[in-house]
């Protein structure tokens, strides 16, 4: 069963502008992952939110987390073509990840 | 290694088959996982491995689906008598032990005529 559920399904921007992605999740966490998938294959580890951290800046990531809420924000900004990828939030209940469905980000040059 | 390697890259195979998809996880990562992406159901976990034991094999969608790892390292997944239903993307994962991140191979695509 899918824990996270991402928001929107799809996103489309212009080079250098701010890409916003958006997750909730249904149980309680210990951290917060997301991951990106290119051409889906391979998935990459972007950045780790724990449960009792708020904010998180990793390059042109940020990522918030709201426990009250279930819901974590990812924005990159400044974004560029490389950036087009599908992306995935993940929690990990008992050690193994639960993805949501993914939001695919297109980034016209 | 470099990174998680994991092979074939692509496999057709024809239903009633069987399979072998292998993982080779970073040197030194004592925990293994598998997880299947498909159109229809998205990334799945099937199995976790800490060390050669499997204290996790809840994805494990049938009883055609097995693994095995050993010496603590490589691990084969094993489909019997393949459906087209199991026509996917085969995902390998390790990491170290106490930290979260998870570390993915390229996958092995499976599909079955």
Redesign the interface.
Known sequence: SQQGEEDPQALSIQEGENATMNCSYKTSINNLQWYRQNSGRGLVHLILIRSNEREKHSGRLRVTLDTSKKSSSLLITASRAADTASYFCATDPNSKLTFGKGITLSVRP | GAG?SQSPSNKVTEKGKDVELRCDPISGHT?L?W?R?SLGQ??E?LI?FQGNSAP?KS?LPSDRFSAERTGGSVSTLTIQRTQQEDSA?Y?C?SRVAGV????????TRLTVT
């Open positions: 998680v925990a996982y997880y992406q998205g990334l976990f976790y996790d994805g993307v995902l994962a979260y991140e998870q570390y993915f191979g390229p996958g």
